[in-house]
């Protein structure tokens, strides 16, 4: 079993690749600005856990999974073309919510801030 280092490793490079495959070389509209945002590889090196998030989010997960999951044998032929590993993993596409939740957090810290600004000024005397 390889070292949780070299999982990682592989892991990334995985990434790099297909981040780089979907950005110039995947002609398919479905997959027009997605974002892969990490992979995780087992153990075994039996699975490779892809997952990706949208510009739009949650609203294109769907189709954006299925295009993945249709273009899943392309993915890894062309990946184990570019990454030297006796057997392959296969690639299990995953929708990652954290973007979302980023922004949702972020949106919710600013109006906070805007409300404390707002009590501030109102508390001070003229």
Do not use: C
């Amino acid at each position: 079993m390889p070292s949780s280092l070299r999982l990682q490793r592989i892991a990334d490079r995985i990434r790099q690749e297909l981040s780089e495959m979907v950005i110039k070389e995947i002609a398919d509209p479905r997959l027009d600005g997605i974002s892969i945002t990490d992979v995780k590889v087992d153990r075994e090196l039996a699975y490779a856990d892809v997952f990706v998030s949208a510009i739009e989010g949650q609203i294109r997960s769907k189709e954006v999974i299925n295009s993945l999951d249709h273009a899943s044998g392309f993915l890894r032929k062309s990946l184990s073309d570019r990454i030297e590993l006796r057997v392959f993993p296969r690639l299990r596409f995953h929708w990652d919510p954290t973007p979302e939740r980023a922004d949702h957090i972020e949106t919710l810290l600013a109006s906070l801030r805007q409300e404390k600004e707002d009590a501030s000024k109102n508390d001070k005397p003229d």
